[in-house]
């Protein structure tokens, strides 16, 4: 199989997708993680990549097997969530739309969905305090413009999981967060509210389950779309490594950064270079690459092991 790089130097990594080149399909676009081609005018076909961005900078080196991990954790999750929100998906395979030589090339990372209306919101929902909301807890007090409780340590749980949105950023841009006076005045009042409250809802279900596995999600976000009808769908990656903080449970101690199953891993590498969080991302060493597919991997075990 070959595989175009998006990088001047060639990465030599065995069973690594960088990025796809699918023939039978027109490609739409490239995404930090995801690329997307049109199938017709009501379905695409999404590819997770290899690739991993971190601090909204897509790095050199791949992961191998992530996007086949983020596909099966994101399938798992919307079974899961069937009872609560509509999803993108729709019926058919990859299969039935792409060439053979094509689907072997993406067989365990591609999804059929459905073309739908995205919303410019990225709904971040928090239940324990770390990342970027730890530090603006400890500069202001509050996350997002929620005043919290004082005293809170990094990696509290938190009173109540908490709605924190950010933008969606144009690829090469980087997200921000806003309150959520912000967001009713992007999406209308009644739609805001219908994201906050379905999002908040996913969490609390996800949360419970992933703790009987072991597995503490500190934090993550989701994203919707909307139809031709106006029905609120949540679309993207779900749960994921990627779009999702995961400590394991064994080893959480409030007032530390737990260890984690997801890009935190990275994140604390990429902390100790001299690197100022533009692009070009630096080079990951061998160690952290098999380091990170390792965390993904057993964050998808544990999570999608039967009951």
Excluded at 33 to 47: G, N
Excluded at 59 to 78: H, M, N, Q, R
Excluded at 132 to 155: C, E, F, H, M, N
Excluded at 257 to 263: E, T
Aim: proline share 7%; net charge negative.
């Amino acid at each position: 199989m070959s595989v175009a790089i998006l990088l001047e130097t060639p990465l030599n990594v065995p069973h690594a997708l960088y990025q796809s080149e699918l023939e039978s399909l027109t490609l739409l676009g490239r995404g930090k993680v995801r690329d997307i081609y049109a199938v017709d005018d009501d379905r695409l076909l999404i590819v997770a990549s290899d690739r991993l961005s971190a601090f909204d900078v897509v790095l050199p080196d791949p992961i191998p097997g992530k996007g086949a991990v983020l596909t099966a954790v994101t399938d798992f999750w919307l079974g899961h969530f069937n009872n609560v929100v509509r999803d993108h998906r729709v019926p058919g395979t990859p299969a039935d739309v792409l060439s053979a030589s094509d689907y072997e090339q993406v067989a365990d990372r591609a999804s059929l969905v459905a073309r739908l209306q995205p919303l410019p919101v990225e709904a971040v929902v928090r239940g324990y305090l770390g990342g970027s909301g730890w530090r603006d807890y400890a500069a202001t007090g509050q996350v997002s413009g929620i005043q919290l409780p004082a005293g809170l340590r990094q990696s509290d749980v938190l009173p109540e999981p908490i709605y924190t949105p950010s933008t969606k950023a144009e690829a090469g841009g980087k997200d921000r967060p806003m309150d959520f006076a912000e967001t009713e005045t992007l999406l209308g009042a009644e739609r805001a509210a219908e994201v906050r409250d379905v999002s908040l809802a996913l969490y609390r279900q996800a949360a419970a389950h992933a703790r009987e596995r072991g597995i503490i999600i500190a934090d993550t976000k989701f994203e919707f779309g909307v139809d031709d009808d106006g029905r609120l769908t949540l679309i993207d990656e779900v749960l994921t490594p990627d779009s999702s903080r995961f400590w394991p449970l064994a080893d959480y101690t409030p007032g530390t950064s737990p260890p984690s199953f997801d890009k935190q891993y990275v994140r604390d590498y990429l902390d100790t270079l001299d690197w100022n969080k533009t692009a070009p991302g630096p080079r990951l060493p061998q160690s952290v690459i098999d380091g990170t597919a390792a965390r993904y991997a057993e964050a998808q075990a544990r999570l999608t092991a039967p009951d």
